[in-house]
């Protein structure tokens, strides 16, 4: 299987940028159809008493091997096909790069009870033994930073360093934002227009980039509402924002032991359920770089940079800047 895996993969190995605007037809909520940079395993796990199958890519480094490997966690949005540029640039400086699609999310499989940072965690330590991997580096953006962060919370011996590129969950949202059911979720999500979604990843993450850049990611949105499963896939992506806002990793982050690298976004301030809380608190939401330094200085090693000028999407919008100052963290860790 692993090899009809590897051959499948390698037909498929064409960059995401290389999407066509054409490109328009319906695709399975496990992305089959698109193309990821490399080729893409699976391990079959077992959630709510359901088979599912995790999806990774597992790189060899191109440069001299160092025998370190970089466990990279994306978010919420993202399919892990966008860590494309981070992946070469690790593998280039001779680590190997295992890059899984967290359940829910990209090729894996679409679970619909409710998720569990805690439950998510075990899934990527088990990715871990799977590939007798006893230790990592982590590089996680976003919503994969909340994994991130209760990962290595969970199974500290597992995680060598952490480079936390735009996380959310720098605070507690529990505290402006009021309880959203399932259902308006539900509501509004299916209504998202391909139009509306653009606007959202460009305004919400205040990104530096042009929109073009993004339309991988419009694409798939779009596309995935002609599956017959369309409707799991959407009560998957809801029940993810559930546990952005119901299981907050910020009271753990000072706890964190192993070094951790901040990567922040100037001018990011995305919040989740920013729309849902009182108008008097929203302006308060998303501090995100005052944030990570405040946190920073409460780890025993942490530290925070900002990268004037960026948003959410820091490894596309400063490509080379964010490999560079990720490479200088891990290399000296």
């Known amino acids: 299987m692993r090899l009809a895996t590897l051959l499948l993969g390698c037909l498929l190995a064409l960059s995401p940028a290389a999407v066509r605007a ?30 599912q199958r995790l999806a990774y890519m597992d790189v060899t480094p191109t440069g001299t091997p160092n025998g370190r490997t970089v466990l990279l966690l994306h978010g919420r949005n993202f399919p892990s096909s966008y860590w494309e540029p981070v992946i070469g640039a690790l593998a280039g400086a001779g680590y190997r790069v295992v890059v899984p699609d967290q359940l829910g ?46 990962l290595a919370r969970n199974a500290p011996n597992r995680v060598n360093s952490l480079v936390l590129e735009a996380p959310i969950g720098l605070e507690d949202y529990r505290f ?35 929109s073009s850049a993004i339309e991988p990611f419009v694409s798939i949105r779009e596309r995935v509402k002609g599956s017959g499963e369309y409707p799991r896939w959407l009560q998957s992506f809801v029940n993810s924002y559930q546990i952005i806002w119901g299981q907050p990793v910020v009271h753990e982050i000072p ?38 330094k405040a946190l920073a200085a409460r780890m025993p090693d942490g530290r925070a940079v900002v990268f ?14 964010f490999n560079a100052t990720m490479l200088e ?5």
């Open 22 to 51: 054409e490109d328009t037809g319906p695709l399975g909520i496990g992305l089959e159809g698109f193309a990821y940079p490399y080729p893409v395993w699976f391990l079959d796990l077992t959630r709510d008493n359901e088979r």
């Open 105 to 150: 999310f990209g090729k894996s499989s679409k679970p619909v009870g409710p998720f569990s940072f805690d439950v998510m965690a075990a899934e990527t330590v088990s990715l871990l033994d799977a590939l007798n991997l006893p230790r990592v580096d982590v590089v996680a953006h976003s919503m994969g930073g909340m994994l991130a962060a209760r």
């Open 176 to 210: 402006t934002v009021p309880p959203v059911s399932n259902d308006t979720l539900l509501r509004i999500e299916g209504g998202v227009t391909g139009d509306v979604y653009r606007r959202q990843l460009m305004t919400n993450y205040a990104l530096s980039l042009p």
């Open 255 to 292: 706890l964190i032991a192993a070094p951790t690298l901040f990567v922040m976004g100037g001018n990011d301030r995305n919040a989740p359920g920013k729309p849902f809380a009182p108008e008097n608190l929203r302006a308060a939401m998303g501090d995100n770089a005052g944030h990570a």
């Open 308 to 321: 004037d000028g960026i948003g959410h999407l820091v490894h596309m919008e400063a490509t080379d800047r």
């Open 329 to 333: 963290f891990l290399n000296g860790h």
